[in-house]
């Protein structure tokens, strides 16, 4: 099998299972396990397990003490998502509130041209007006029966994850996608366990089911999707990884209709389309693009 089929598949899979995370979300409420208990118990065995697997495979870490002070610094930006995320998930669908948080490229686009380090081209306002006209589809029209503060806390989510990306290219050249990764879900448990403290629901679990849960958004929603992404953007170009990367939110709005008997809603169908096309715009390579801009965008 060539070796740019074997990563378009590894790419694959690993969204699939990014696409997994609002599903046990909603699971994890639905049995009453705390946020402050499944998050930073998330965190803290996905980095016990990525960490052991970086020594015995060899991978690099940060290289200076400035790497390592921005990828822990961009742990505490990927909580806010996180946290921000997880909090819609209390007011909308695990699919609607993926959807949104997929609009994080317009974000980057916008703070490109803002801040003058990338031209607004036609392709990149093709993206951001299809990705607004999607978003507008999917809750202008069914909005009586859509939360507003979840969708703002879902936008939230997705200016975090713009942020965090933005940040995570600026040192994507000094330190590897892994070593990057490694940093930040160190910086990432460390910021969620105080916020579990601060919450007071910092515990362990004692049912069995709330363990499942735990359990599986470790294993399907972290450490494999982050290892299989890492092995597929090594065989693949960045804009196709970006693009194939947009099943996420497919996934998440099926396994919602049939795990949760989510809505699937007309205008879910045509403003979701509208906004994954937008992304797949926003994805496309540009002249300026480099090969490695875009390897750090994973959960």
Same mark, same amino acid.
């Given at each position: !099998? ?8 590894? @790419? ?18 639905? @049995? ?9 118990? #998330?965190?803290?065995?996905? $980095?016990?397990? &990525? ?26 930006? %990927? ?23 997929? $609009? %994080? ?8 041209? *803002?801040?003058? $380090?990338?031209? !607004? ?29 979840? +969708? ?10 713009? &942020? ?8 994507? $050249? ?17 910021? !969620?366990?105080?916020?579990? *403290?601060?919450?007071?629901?910092? =515990?362990?679990? #004692?049912?069995?089911? /709330? ?14 999707? /982050?290892?299989?992404? %890492? ?7 960045? =804009?196709?990884?970006?693009?194939? =990367?947009?099943?996420?939110? *497919?996934?998440?709005? +099926? ?14 169908? +045509? ?5 994954? &096309?937008? *992304? ?5 390579? =540009? ?11 994973? /959960?």
């Amino acid at each position: !099998m060539r070796d740019a089929t074997l990563g378009a598949i590894f @790419v694959l899979i690993a969204a699939a299972g990014f696409g997994t995370i609002g599903i046990f979300g909603e699971l994890a409420a639905i @049995v009453d396990l705390e946020l402050a208990a499944l998050l930073p118990i #998330r965190f803290a065995f996905a $980095t016990i397990i &990525i960490t052991l697997l970086a020594v015995i495979r060899d991978w690099s870490l940060p290289p200076t003490r400035r790497e390592w002070v921005i990828t822990l610094g961009l742990g505490g930006i %990927y909580t806010a998502m996180t946290l921000l995320f997880f909090f819609s998930l209390r007011s909308l669908t695990a699919g609607l509130a993926t959807i949104v948080l997929y $609009t %994080y490229p317009i974000f980057l686009v916008a703070f490109s041209v *803002v801040l003058q $380090t990338e031209t !607004m081209t036609p392709q990149k306002l093709v993206a951001l007006t299809t990705t607004i006209l999607g978003v507008i589809i999917v809750i202008g029209i069914d909005s009586p029966n859509i939360d507003s503060f979840g +969708i703002l806390l879902s936008l939230g989510a997705a200016l975090c994850y713009a &942020i965090y990306t933005m940040g995570s290219r600026s040192v994507v $050249t000094q330190a590897t996608p892994q070593g990057l990764t490694i940093g930040v879900l160190i910086g990432t448990t460390v910021t !969620m366990i105080g916020y579990g *403290v601060i919450d007071g629901g910092l =515990s362990l679990p #004692r049912e069995q089911t /709330h363990w499942g849960i735990i359990l599986g958004i470790v294993i399907f929603s972290t450490v494999l999707p /982050h290892i299989l992404f %890492y092995q597929g953007v090594s065989r693949l170009e960045a =804009s196709r990884v970006g693009i194939i =990367s947009t099943i996420e939110p *497919v996934v998440t709005v +099926i396994l919602g209709v049939i795990f949760l008997n989510e809505a699937l809603t007309i205008p879910i169908i +045509i403003g979701g389309g509208f906004v994954l &096309i937008g *992304v797949v715009f926003a994805q496309r390579p =540009s002249g300026r693009s480099s090969p490695q801009s875009d390897l750090s965008e994973s /959960h």
